[in-house]
């Protein structure tokens, strides 16, 4: 797998025991597949911003060049 454990910078919870998230959230027209998927815990599944219109919080996960960047609230790439 792309990551052991969660992808949020700084979380060690082991893959096996999150979930898959997707970058890109369905309702957002995100696709199921590898570049849209990323795992993460159950804890940062649920604070991760989902909707990139909503007003800022935690930050968002979000794939550039391939790679898995952490958004922080207040910014786009
Ligand atoms: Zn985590």
């Known amino acids: 797998a792309e990551h052991p454990t ?3 910078p700084g979380c060690n919870t082991p893959a096996e025991r999150g979930q898959f998230h997707h970058l890109t959230p369905w309702k957002h027209g ?3 597949n590898v570049a849209n998927l990323v795992t993460l815990c159950n804890y940062h599944n649920g604070v991760n911003e989902d909707d990139p219109n909503a007003p800022p919080q ?3 996960l ?3 060049g391939g790679t898995i960047v ?3 609230p ?4």
């Open 6 to 8: 969660c992808a949020w």
């Open 30 to 32: 995100g696709e199921t």
């Open 58 to 60: 935690r930050g968002r």
């Open 62 to 64: 979000t794939r550039q």
């Open 70 to 72: 952490w958004q922080p």
């Open 74 to 77: 207040h910014t786009s790439l």
